[in-house]
């Protein structure tokens, strides 16, 4: 009945929408899961000047609440956050604050969840300034210990926040990501059109660069090396590449695509012979399964949360090992029966992961922490 509806605060006051990657994704899958499995708890979703416009729900329990603050500036944004969202939390009588970004408020006047997706600011800290790796760690952990419940994506992080951050097991939920619908339509005529747009002709391998040092990608353009020859397979990179690899340098049999509209995802990935993730770390790694989902053979590293979410539908090497992973990439490649039974146990286990299934385990923590079950 309405008495027992919670208002629940939505805080995304960090999204710059199309640079924060992951946890963008986060946010959309789970506010629209939210939107489909909870139709009696209110929503306020605090957003900055950047979001006045990000897609949300449509539905009538979900409110978007504007702040005057700019994600891009960062030190603005963190002030906004500890110093103005907890008043305006209280003037919207919100009864959970939930923190999708790592960091929350710390004096929040009502209970607070906080999703920590992974520690990857200290797994891959070397690319940060000093000064913006000092405050994230310190204000990082400062909220995972004052937040009521903390939760995260896999079980790796989970493990490594409860070791590394010092938490009980009790305190850390899992709740595992899934992929975006858009893989979900078929892509067939388009598929052609946007290959063309981006160059793309003839059979390739795909994978996704990033900036980010952990992305692996001068190992993977080590391993290509060796078997372009062989092969005839382009290699093509989606998104930005790390600021060590210069777009000049490389063969003429990389095609490197710089920014990609969400929409382009799809058909890049499912035109691929074979996919690769070389990440060194990944708190998740949903790049394995909008791969599986499209329906391409995925060759992984073996490292932090990755055997955990790719499965059986993936072949597995070291990341370090540029030998091994060339060796995989050729294995895939030469054997078409290796090919189609990665593709079945990727569709299989894409299965197992829905924004639905999220959210409702989510909404099951929102519970637990404001005590409705039995505590009143």
């Not at 949300?56 to 103005?84: D, H, T, W």
């Amino acid at each position: 009945d309405a008495e027992e509806a919670m208002k629940i605060g939505i805080n995304l006051l960090y999204l710059l929408p199309g640079i924060v990657g992951g946890t963008e994704t986060y946010a959309a899958g789970l506010l629209n899961g939210l939107s489909k499995v909870d139709g009696e708890n209110e929503y306020l979703v605090f957003v900055n000047s950047e979001s006045a416009s990000w897609p949300m729900p449509g539905r009538e329990n979900f409110r978007r609440i504007l702040c005057s603050v700019k994600a891009s500036n960062r030190a603005g944004r963190y002030f906004f956050e500890q110093v103005r969202l907890p008043k305006v939390l209280k003037e919207n009588r919100v009864d959970l604050v939930h923190s999708l970004g790592y960091v929350g408020p710390l004096r929040p006047p009502c209970p607070a969840v906080l999703t920590l997706h992974d520690l990857n600011y200290r797994a891959i800290g070397s690319t940060m300034p000093w000064y913006r790796h000092l405050v994230l760690e310190s204000l990082v952990n400062q909220c995972a210990k004052r937040a009521t419940s903390v939760i995260t994506v896999s079980d790796f992080s989970r493990e490594e926040i409860c070791r590394e951050l010092k938490l009980a097991r009790e305190k850390v939920t899992v709740t595992k990501e899934a992929p975006s619908d858009l893989s979900q339509r078929d892509h067939r005529g388009e598929k052609a059109e946007v290959l063309r747009e981006h160059g793309v002709s003839g059979p390739y391998i795909v994978a996704f660069a990033g900036g980010a040092l952990h992305k692996n990608i001068p190992r993977l353009l080590e391993a290509y090396g060796t078997l372009s020859g062989k092969t005839g397979h382009k290699l093509v990179l989606i998104g930005h590449l790390p600021r060590d690899v210069k777009k000049t340098n490389l063969p003429e049999s990389v095609i490197a695509t710089g920014y990609v509209p969400s929409e382009h995802l799809s058909p890049l990935l499912a035109g691929a012979e074979v996919f690769v993730l070389p990440s060194l770390y990944e708190g998740f790694g949903l790049p394995a399964l909008e791969a599986q989902q499209a329906g391409v053979p995925v060759v992984c590293s073996n490292v932090a949360s990755l055997p955990e979410v790719a499965g059986e539908g993936a072949l597995f090497f070291n990341p370090l090992s540029v030998q091994e992973m060339a060796e995989a990439i050729a294995r895939v490649l030469k054997d078409k029966t290796l090919r189609e039974n990665l593709q079945k146990k990727g569709f299989e286990n894409v299965a197992r992961f829905s924004w639905e299934k999220t959210a409702r385990e989510t909404v099951a923590v929102y519970e637990r922490v404001y005590g409705r079950r039995g505590q009143r």
